[in-house]
């Protein structure tokens, strides 16, 4: 495995009984709406996770719509899921992959090194017709896993205002060049940004392109296994498809870049900050 999972392969884990730890990740707009999605049917041995209160803080305009979580509220969400040492975690989401790339970056930024996506979510998972069970989920039973912050690069504002290197928007063509904007403040982005929207990696069914095809696209961009992780920094609206693109590039053997979490959604929100737009 590398980073993303067939669905035959994590069912072959199962049936065998390998020793791994699956969280479906599940975003809702309703109070208690996620869960409920999760506990009328899902993936044998997966456990709840809600993108919204697991895997980031509260929203504001200060911070943006999905900012880091307190170190505290991720250790007591690990300790929830009973990850151990040594064992691999698989994560996945209803198919789109932005919740599950959440889940693998916050991860692998808290110093897990073996966490993987399921390829094309749990709607692969159904297109292949591989069973699922409903009920409350499995019992998690105690973790030993210590949150080691930053084990990923990461940059706060302040610094991508400085910013001298090639600065990435994940989002797609539309968002990036101020068409339109439905969830953030005003539509456009940060000055001196180069838009390569994530969607370009996968396929119709948002599973990973194959791994030239990856490399190729990135090399459009300069991006390659030469690349210096602090000379190129991701975004996206709030920190979700730019971990995608993280994912995918780690997926094709390249460094894992700086990320910009706070994204377009904290940038906007300060009207001092300059926007740029091509309409």
Known sequence: MTVFISA??????????????????IWAPLEGEAHAIY??????????????YALAGIPSSLDGRNPMPSVGALQKSINAWGLKKGRPVVVFDPGTGV???RAWWMLRWAGI??????????AEWDRQELPTVGGPGNISVGSDVVVQPNSLPTIDIHDVKRFEGTLLDARGESRFEGRREILDLKAGHIPGAVNLPVSEL???HNRILPTDQVLARLA????????????VVTYSGSGNHSAMLLAAMAHAGLPIVTHYVGGWSQWSANPANQVARHV
């Open 8 to 25: 035959h392969e994590l069912a072959d884990y199962i049936r065998h009984g390998q020793n791994q730890t699956v969280i479906s990740t």
């Open 39 to 52: 506990q009328s049917n899902h993936i044998p041995t997966s456990l709840f996770c809600d993108p919204a």
């Open 99 to 101: 919740f599950a790339a």
């Open 113 to 122: 090194e073996e966490v993987y996506i399921l390829d094309g979510g749990r």
């Open 202 to 204: 996968f396929d119709e």
């Open 220 to 231: 459009e961009e300069g991006i390659d296994h030469t690349t210096n992780p602090s000379d």
